[in-house]
C-alpha cells in the first residue's frame, strides 16, 4: 500500500487516477511531527492522496491543497479548518466504517477511505446547501415551533429530519471477529494524574515523580508538549529538556492521543486512550490520590460575516499546520491578532513564504467586518472600510481555560475581564484537585514552571497522605489473631496497625507523612481586550450553525438566561460541547440582556470532556458462563446449547422426545451440575432447616433425603430442593440451579442475622460435585455395574435415600435415590474433576440397556407428565405456597417457619390460585407457556404456566395457575391462544399426568 | 465390574498440548519462558476450613484474614502449604496434588474439638497461577483493585472481581517474581483462564504447563 506521493495509485474496484501533488508541502521544519521517510496514500471521497507518517487527514489533505472537508450542519455551507486540532468542527469525516472522525486530530492511515459526512451527491455539490437559501426562515427554534404541530405527523416528520440529521453512517455489515476494532478498558491507580502534557503538566509530572510519586501523565495530542510542539527555537529547546525529564524520571507512565473525559467522586477519573496500535480505544478507570489539571487553554474564534467560510483560521491552527505538520495554509494572508499568538502566527507564516497582505491589531483598535467568498475566502473587510485580497483570514482574539474537570471537582469559574477569559477559582477544589498552567494563569515559561513545579511537588505530598490514609483502612489483619500472639506481632509489623487499639491506626511502624505544603506561588495574569463578535453577525456554534443573530433573537423571545438559550438554539450542544464557542455565546447573550458575563455565567460542564465510542465504554465483552465438567462432551456430541443464567447446559441433542422416550423405556443419563450443593454441618442445622423449609426436618434420619420447599417471609415460593443427611451434623441442601446463590446468602442471612447462636456452617459445593441423573426403568442395572459398597436393590436403598459409594472407580460419590423425572432413577454426584471419566463410563457400560443422553428439554417433558412443578415457571413472584400444590407439605403445626404468618393467612381465606393439571380437550394443540385462561369469553382466570405435546401420552398436556373457583378436577377452562383462537381444557384429577401413584419411581 | 479404567481427573480448563498425566491429573505438558506465563494449577489440593468463631482460625492456623502465609506441614515430599486467610472465618489451605487426606486430618488435629468444617474443595475450584513481571498490569485490565505494592504486598489475601467473576486472589511471589493466585468456581475456570489469556496478549502472556508440587 506504501506509494511515493505522485505514484499513479491503482486498486480494483475503486477509481484510478493521478495522486494529486502535495503542493501546499513546505520545506522540512524544525519542529515537524511528520515522518517524510513513511509515505503512503489513503482515499478521500474516491480518490487517492498522498501522505506522510504523523500526517492527520486534514493536514495531509490540506498539503494537497484541499480547503473543503465537511458541510455544515443547518445551511450545508461549505466548511474548512478552524483548530487544525481535535476540535476541529470542520473537519468531521467518516473513515472507512467510523463515522464521526476528528480529521483535524486522526492520523491518515495508508489505505482507508475517508469520506465526507452528510453530502450528496458529492461535497462539492451538495443539494442540501438549498438549505442556505432558505436561512432567514430557519431561525432559532424553527426546529420546536414548525414540527409540533399536528402531532400525529411527527413520524413523517421524524423520516424527513433524519435525512437532514449529520452523524455519518454506521455500517449494516458486522465485521469478521479479526477486523473488528478492539476496544478495552483497564484500572490504574496512580497517586498523581496529571490532565494535560504541555510544559506545566510535564513539569508537575516530573515534580511529583520526583517526590516519589506514580504519576499518569495524559495528553490528548499525539506528542507530549502542547504549545511548545509549534513554537520557535526557544519554545522546542525546551520541549526537548521537559521530554527528555519525562522520559527518564522513573515512575511517570505517558498516555498520548488520551483524553481525561470525567472526574467523580473520590477522584475516580475516566480516561480515554486511544489509538493504540492493537486496541482502537481503551477507558482507563483510574483513582487518582490527586489530580493536577493542566488542561491549557483553548484558542477562541471571532464573530463576524463569513468566519465559517474556508481560509479562515485560528492562529494556533495555521501555527500547527506550518509546523508540525508542514503545510502551507494558504498564499496571502490576513492576520487579526490581539495577542502574542497571533504575531507569532504573522511571522511563520511570512517566514514559510505565505504573503501576509495585512495585520489587524485589536490592541489598537482594530476589527474585522466581514469576510468576503464562499468556497473559500476571496477578500476580507476590515474595520475602516478597508478591503484586502487574501486567500487566507488568520484570528487571535483570546482564549477559554478548559475547566470542565475543575468544575466537576466543585470549581465554579469566574470571568475576569482583564484577561477576557474566565479562569477557575482554586480555593473551590477540593484537596485532592489542583491546577497548574495557563489554564489557571499566565507568565512566561519560567513562571509556568516554577508553579508547575511547586504544584507537582504538592500533588504529591497530598496524595503520600491519603496513600498512608488508605492504607490503614485496609481490613484490620492484626486484629484476626488475638493481641500479643506471634500472629498478632508479625501481622502489626506488616500493615503498621495496632491489634491492641482495633482503630486500624497507624502505630510507629508507619507514621503519618508530615512532610510541610508546598509553597505554590501565584501566576500573573496578563491583560487581554474583549473580543467576542465584531459589528456584524457571523457563526457562534461551528458544529450546530448557531449565527449570533440566533442568540440575539432567542433572547429576543424571551429566553432570558445562558442554559435557556443554549437548549433553544442548540448553541454548546454540538460536538465541539462548547470548547470552542462557550465564551462567545455567553457575551453575545450577556450583552443582549444588557449585564455582565458573570452576571450571566456559564452553562454546566459535564463528563464526558470528549467524545466517547459505546465500543470503549463497553470495552472487552466480559461476561461470566459456567460450564460443567461434560461441556466438551456435550459439544462434540451435538448437543444444542441452553443459556440458563450462566451456565451453558444442553437442551437436547437433537431428539427432545425420543430421549424422553429413552427415559421411560430404558435408561437416560443427563447432566444436572448446575443443581445448586450447599454442604451444612453442625449440631444446630436440623433447626435452620426446620426455619427455612415449610416441612418438617428434626426427624430426618441419617441416610434419608427429604424434599423440600422455601418461602420468603410473604409466603411466596422462594426456591426448592432434597436435602440428604449425610451424618449426624452434616448435611447436603440442593437448590434450584438458578437459586443456588440466593438460597446461600438466604441461609446466611438466616444465620448471621437472626440466630448467630446457631452452630452451623454453609460450604457452597455446587460445582464440587459433577451431579449425573440416570433415569429410566433400568438405570439400577445400569449403575448397579459401576457402583461398588453399595447394595441398589429397593430393600437397601429405597426411594429418598442417599448412600456414597465408589462409581466407576471413584471415590467419594454421593448417590440420592430420588425422581424428577417420574421414573426409577438415581442422582449421582461425582467429585467434579472425575465428572466425565463417570459420565462415559455410563454411556459405555450402558450400551448394551441403550442408554443415551437426554436433555433439558426432555427432562422439563418428562416432569411435566410427572406433575413436578419447578419454582419460578409454574410459579411466580406472588405465587404462594398454597397456589403452588404444596398443600400437604405446609405444617402450619411447626412452631415457626419462614412465610408462617402469610400461609396462615392465606390458609384460612383460601384465596389465590391454585397450580392444576390440565388437558386441551383437541390433543393436538400445544397452548404456548403463559396464555391466559379466560372465563365468560373475557375475565382473566389463570394461565397456562408449563406445556408440552407428551411423548408418552401422545396428546398435549399443561400445568396451569388457575382461580380457586375453577380449581377442582373435571372443571372446563377457555384457553386464549396467542393468535386469538381459544381452545377448551380441562381441570385433571392429578398434577401428574403419567404414573400419578408413584409405582414406577419407587420401583 | 467392567474396567472403566484408572480415573483420571480433569481441570475445567481446557489442556494446552501436549496433554501428560501428573499426580492422577492430566495437565499440560507445555513449558514457557516467556516473561510472563499463566498456570492452570487446578491439580493442587483445596481445603477450606470455616469456624464460627474466627478466633480459632486466627489462632491455630496462624494466618489471619487478608493474609496468606506458607507452612511446613510435614508433608513426606516436604513440600509446603499454603494457608490462605480468604475471608472471615474462613481459610483455604492449598497443598501438593493428592493430599486432601493429609490436609484433612492435620486439620483436624489442629482444631480438635472445635467446631469448625473442613470441606474438600479439591474438586469444586479451578486455580491459575499468574507470575511475571507484567501481572500486575495484566490484572489491571480486568481487576479494580490497587494492585501497587504499598496496598498488596506479597501475602496478601483478598476476595474481589476479576473479568466480572468472584474470585480469590493471593498474591504469592515466587523466588522474588511477582505472581498470584487465583481461584474461583470450578464451573467458571474456563472464563477465567480465557479472560486472563486475551488480557495477557499484548502483554506477551503463555500458557505454562502445571508441574507437582505446585505450590
Known sequence: MRRTPTSPVRRPGRPTGTVPAMTMRLNPQAGEAIDRDDTFTFDWNGRSYPAYGGDTIASALTACGERIFSRSFKYHRPRGLLTASHLDPGCIVQVDDEPNVRGGHRHARAGSRVRSQDTWPSLRFDVKAANGLVGRFLPAGFYYKTFIHPQPLWPAYERVLQRFAHGGVLSAHTPAEAERPRYDKRFAHPDVLVAGGGPAGMAAAVAAARAGAQVLLVEEEHALGGHLRWGGSADLTALADLRDQVAVTPGIEVLTDSVVLGRYEGNWLSVLERGRPDVHERLVKARAKSLVVAAGLIERPYVFAGNDVPGVLLSTAARRLVNLYAVKPGHRAVVFTANAAGDAAAADLERVGVEVVHVEDARHGGDLVRVLGRRGVRAVEVAGGATYSCDLVVTAVGWTAPASLLTMAGDVPTYDARAARFRPDTARLPDDVLATGVVVGDGDLEHLLAHADATGREAARRAAVVAWAWRTALPHRAAEAPPGTEAATRSEAATGTSAATGTGAATGAEQAPDADPVDVPDLPVDAHPELFRAGTHGIVDFSEDVTSQDLLTAVDEGYRGVELVKRYTTATMGPTQGKLEIVNTVAIVAQALGQSIQETGTTTWRPPYAPVTLGALAGRSREPVRHSPMQLWHERHGAVPLVAGAWIRPEHYGDPAGEARTVRQRVGIIDVTPIGKLDLRGPDVAKLLELVYVNRWSKLDVGRVRYGVMCADDGVVLDDGVTARLGDDHYLMSTTSSGAAAVWEWVESWLQTEHPDWRVLVTPVTTAYASINVAGPRSRELLSRLVEGVDLGPDDFGYMHVRTARVAGVDGCVLWRIGFTGELSYEVHVPAGYGLHVWEALLDTGADLGVRPFGVEAQRVLRLEKGHSIVGQDTDGLTRAFSAGLDGLVKLDKDDFVGRPELTWQHEHGDGYRLVGLRPLDGSVVPAEGSQLVEDGQRICGRVTSSRRSPTLGYSICLAQVAAHLASPGCRVSVRLPDGHTVAAVVTEHLAHVDPEGVRLRA | ?215
Open chain 2, 1 to 215: 465390574m467392567p474396567d472403566t479404567g484408572t480415573p483420571v481427573a480433569r481441570s475445567p480448563i481446557a489442556t494446552a498440548p501436549p496433554e501428560i498425566v501428573r499426580a492422577g491429573w492430566a495437565v499440560s505438558g507445555a513449558r514457557s519462558g516467556a516473561v510472563l506465563t499463566l498456570t492452570d494449577c487446578t491439580p493442587l489440593t483445596k481445603v477450606a476450613v470455616k469456624a464460627v468463631d474466627e478466633q480459632v482460625l486466627a489462632t491455630v492456623l496462624d494466618v489471619p484474614f487478608g493474609r496468606a502465609a506458607r507452612q511446613d506441614w510435614g508433608l513426606d515430599d516436604g513440600a509446603q502449604v499454603l494457608v490462605v486467610g480468604s475471608g472471615p472465618g474462613e481459610r483455604l489451605v492449598l497443598a501438593a496434588p493428592g493430599r486432601q487426606t493429609h490436609v484433612v486430618d492435620r486439620l483436624a488435629q489442629l482444631t480438635g474439638d472445635a467446631l469448625v468444617s473442613v470441606v474438600d474443595l479439591t474438586h469444586g475450584r479451578a486455580l491459575v497461577r499468574l507470575a511475571g513481571g507484567g501481572s500486575a498490569r495484566l490484572l489491571a485490565h480486568e481487576c479494580a483493585v490497587d494492585l501497587g505494592e504499598a496496598m498488596c504486598p506479597d501475602g496478601t489475601a483478598l476476595r474481589t472481581a476479576v473479568a466480572g467473576l468472584a474470585t480469590d486472589f493471593v498474591r504469592d511471589d515466587r523466588a522474588g517474581m511477582l505472581s498470584y493466585l487465583l481461584h474461583c468456581e470450578r464451573s467458571s475456570g474456563q472464563y477465567l483462564f480465557d479472560s486472563l489469556r486475551d488480557a495477557g496478549v499484548e502483554l506477551g502472556a503463555e500458557v505454562d504447563g502445571f508441574v507437582p508440587p505446585g505450590i
